[in-house]
């Protein structure tokens, strides 16, 4: 990792590392996540006084474009997706960082140009030799990009590692662990794994970052977080947005390969690993490996007894009606995608022998939100609890990662009054009332880790496939099994009635969000 300074921003509490002069091109510069996510991270990292002193962004696409009209589009991008607004001064002495290239992903004279467009701005900016290429473009291009940057040389660490060059990889990566398999060797051809970051945005949550803190610096609950206390486990990630003209995208994709294989089986892994031998990259991409590597393999004929699909049909979210996903631009009229999915995953290990993880995602549900549920296991049938007809509640730690970031701990109290009754009430802390600054997007703290050289928060080659060798054969099931009954639950529901089938099997329901 290079050396970093320490820089003091009026985001943080503590003092953060700034990284050295840096250059940065951004492969499909001209599409929606350079828009929405990367360049309002840039400008805010730069407003932050985070960014190096010397530093250039390149926007790389097909379309026509000059210098001026990247930076248009960049100023509009930032008006309407950034936390802050644009302050004139720095926006200013931003813009003026900004680049724009016009090439083609296959051609190895586009990257010739980029390579001499490269050298002129170094020269005016003394950027350094250090180059972070990110890949915000559709998967089917990854190949072409790391073939040509590897021919033109601009893949290697230059001067015995002392400059150097990363790649970043948006998902997805792959649709199945043989295409998976084969786009990692694709890179692999290309940058070496240390040279590649394989970024997952939830991961670069504050929340999410602090699940491992609340574990492994709190001695109150790593005792407890075993299968001796703790009766199951929910991850419910919850969306109230439709496709957003994302037919065509999410057509092809569906909502297993687009939430589960990365985002929530990350939440899972960072939920039960087991503690790492110290807080670097590899030590704890070890243990969230040997989570998923954990996993009970759920067979193409045991699809139906853990996994549960659905699809939404027009219905009513926050009192507006919507229609069904059938009914949206580039959607097949008999369309068999799953919008919703619900699993139940087992861990076999030691630690989580026989408590079930429920997972939970779908679109146009009642509430956008992202929570880990941990429920302990109930106190015996005897003073407060002796009642059958009147169970006490059990007790029930919530890690809210979206929205009104938080952890909450329900515990049973005494209701007031000359009679004994119990009722939850909650120990809430929320990141809004102790850090009033707020908290960065994640985009901004990946990218920064990405130019520090930190590789903590993103996904090892052998995470991914361990992931895609879970899910592929729940994919491999479903193909065998037409579904007859889509869509079968209405927008605005909390998905399908066989997904609350899955735990009254067991005895339990989701937890009311």
């Excluded at 290079?2 to 990284?19: C, F, G, M, V, Y």
């Excluded at 996540?33 to 926007?59: Q, S």
């Excluded at 997007?441 to 995470?463: I, K, P, Q």
Aim: aromatic letters at 10%.
């Amino acid at each position: 990792m290079p050396e970093t300074t320490r820089t003091k921003t009026n985001l943080h509490a503590l003092d953060i590392r700034s990284p050295h002069d840096c250059g940065v091109v951004i492969f499909g510069a001209s599409g929606d996540l350079t828009k929405r996510k990367l360049l309002p991270a840039f400008y805010n990292l730069f407003v932050d006084g985070i960014l190096p002193k010397h530093f250039i962004i390149i926007g790389f696409a097909r379309s026509e474009m000059t210098n001026e009209v990247f930076q248009e589009l960049a100023r509009q991008a930032i008006n309407e997706f950034s936390r802050r607004p644009i302050d004139q001064g720095k926006w200013n002495e931003f813009a003026s960082r900004l680049y724009y290239h016009r090439g083609h992903y296959d051609e190895p004279d586009s990257f010739h140009s980029l390579q001499k467009l490269q050298s002129e701005r170094h020269n005016n900016f003394r950027s350094g030799k250090n180059w972070l290429y990110y890949l915000a473009t559709p998967p089917s291009a990854y190949g072409d990009i790391g073939a040509c940057l590897k021919q033109t040389g601009l893949a290697e660490d230059h001067d015995a590692g002392e400059h150097w060059s990363r790649l970043v990889v948006e998902k997805p990566i792959g649709r199945d662990l043989d295409s998976a398999t084969k786009l990692n060797r694709s890179l692999a051809a290309s940058f070496d794994e240390s040279q590649t970051y394989r970024i997952d945005h939830y991961l670069g949550k504050e929340t999410v970052q602090n699940i491992l803190v609340m574990r492994f610096a709190n001695g109150i609950f790593e005792p407890l977080w075993n299968h001796n206390h703790i009766d199951h486990v929910q991850i419910t990630v919850s969306e109230t947005g439709g496709l957003d003209r994302r037919g065509g995208y999410y057509e092809d994709i569906g909502a297993l390969r687009d939430m589960v294989q990365n985002h929530l089986l990350q939440l899972l892994c960072l939920t039960a690993m087991e503690p790492p031998h110290n807080l670097g990259a590899d030590a704890i991409r070890d243990e969230k490996r040997q989570i998923l590597e954990a996993l009970r393999p759920i067979s193409s004929e045991q699809t139906n007894q853990y996994a549960v699909r659905g699809q939404y049909g027009e219905g009513l979210v926050k009192g507006s009606a919507v229609i069904g996903y059938r009914a949206a631009e580039k959607v097949a009229e008999e369309s068999q995608t799953e919008t919703f999915v619900a699993l139940k995953c087992y861990i076999d290990n030691w630690r989580w022998s026989g408590v079930p993880f429920y997972l939970r995602t779908g679109k146009r549900l009642p509430k956008q939100c992202a929570e880990i549920s941990i429920f302990f296991r109930g106190v015996p049938p005897i003073l407060f609890n002796a009642n059958p007809s009147k169970p006490v509640a059990p007790n029930v730690l919530s890690i809210r990662i979206q929205p009104n970031e938080g952890i909450a701990l329900e515990i049973g109290s005494k209701v007031p009054g000359p009679h004994v009754a119990v009722r939850p009430v909650s120990l809430d802390f929320g990141y809004s009332s102790v850090y009033p600054a707020g908290t960065p997007e994640a985009y901004e703290r990946l990218l920064l880790d990405v130019m520090l050289g930190d590789a903590t928060l993103f996904m090892r080659r052998d995470e991914v496939e361990a992931a895609w060798s879970f899910i592929t054969p729940i994919l491999d099931g479903w193909s065998k099994q037409p579904i007859n009954d889509f869509p079968n639950y209405m927008a605005g529901s909390w998905g399908p009635a066989t997904a609350d089938e899955l735990l009254f099997r067991d005895g339990r329901r989701w937890r009311r969000l």
